[in-house]
Structure formats: structure tokens, C-alpha cells
């Protein structure tokens, strides 16, 4: 068991090297811009990427550290479980997040799409929305970045196979640029 616990560690801060700070920096900064332009952030995944994209969501509108400090438009795309529900039944699972985009979405908006393997259907058809109504789109993915990295504005790829250990990067950098969103703004 503690060689389990002690690999697992060991590959974890490995995996936390495979970061690229610039393009994290880059991303931080065309999410303040749209926020100082009072835009909305639209965040999706599916399964355990869906759990985080809901959980990041959640420390723009509340806060991080500062309770207090005024909440930032911040909408998980995955959480209307009866859309969702409705909408894969009589259409397709696979529209759910652009259908989503074309009611809530406006130009100058930004998407973050979580998708370990970057072939999510549903939030590729989401990143080919944005690119067709000026709707920046960043994508956190794993692996080779799949389809999305060439559909995406801005793609934070880990390149790894190890699900769990991109999943970890995912909510590391995502709460580091809910860090710098809350610490600048």
C-alpha cells in the first residue's frame, strides 16, 4: 500500500513539471480581459471533468479566499441536468454545450472546456460554436490534445496517458487562474 501511495505522489509531482506557465498566463489574461468587459465564462466537461468544470465554476462566483469580493459571471454548462437529460433524449448528447452556447452565449464570451482525452463530441461542437460567434475558446486536455487543441484559441495540454494525473493538473490550473482572476481583480 505505501509503495501504491508513494508512486502515486512520486507521478503526481512529476506531472505538475508538464505545466506550461506561459500558456496559463496567456489564458488568465484573455479570461480578466472578458471579465473587465463584463463577459461570461462558460466552463463544461464530462464525468470527472464535468465535476471540476462545475467546482471551478463555483470559486468565480464565490470566491477563493475573498467571500466578500464581487462574483464574476461564471456559468457551468454542465449542471442543467434537466436539459441535458431532455435535450440527449429527443436530439443528441453530442450538441448538448454548443445548443447551451447559442442561448446563453455572446460574442466576447469565453468557454473552458475540460476534456481529458480533447475529443469530447460534445465540447468539440461547443469550440466549433465559438469559433463561428466570436466566442473565445480554451480547452484544458491530456494526452495529444486531440481534436480540440486545433479548435481551441488557447489549449493547456497535458501530454500524459495517465487520466488521473491530467485530472490533477486540471483543477491545479484551474484554481490558479481563479487565483489570478480573484487576486488581480
Not at 472546456?113 to 480547452?139: E, Q, R, W
Not at 488521473?164 to 480573484?182: K, T
Request: glycine share 8%; proline share 1%.
Amino acid at each position: 500500500m505505501k509503495n501504491l501511495i508513494n508512486k502515486a505522489i512520486q507521478k503526481h509531482s512529476e506531472t505538475v513539471s508538464l505545466i506550461d506557465k506561459d500558456i496559463v498566463s496567456s489564458a488568465s489574461n484573455i479570461i480578466l480581459d472578458a471579465i473587465r468587459k463584463n463577459k461570461t465564462i462558460f466552463w463544461c466537461g464530462n464525468g470527472g471533468s464535468a465535476s471540476q468544470a462545475n467546482h471551478l465554476s463555483g470559486e468565480l462566483v464565490g470566491g477563493m479566499y475573498q467571500k466578500k469580493i464581487q462574483p464574476f459571471k461564471s456559468i457551468c454548462l454542465n449542471t442543467d441536468s434537466a436539459f441535458i437529460t431532455a435535450w440527449s433524449n429527443d436530439d443528441s448528447f453530442n450538441n448538448i454545450f454548443s445548443r447551451q452556447l447559442e442561448a446563453l452565449g455572446a460574442s466576447g464570451d469565453i468557454v473552458i472546456g475540460l476534456s481529458t482525452s480533447g475529443n469530447s463530441k460534445n465540447i468539440i461542437n461547443a469550440a466549433k460554436y465559438c469559433n463561428d460567434n466570436n466566442i473565445k475558446m480554451i480547452s484544458l486536455t491530456g494526452f495529444d490534445g486531440g481534436l480540440l487543441k486545433g479548435l481551441s484559441d488557447i489549449n493547456i495540454n497535458i501530454s500524459i496517458n495517465d487520466t488521473q494525473r491530467i485530472q490533477e493538473m486540471h483543477i491545479l490550473i484551474g484554481h490558479i487562474i481563479c487565483d489570478i482572476i480573484e487576486s488581480d481583480l
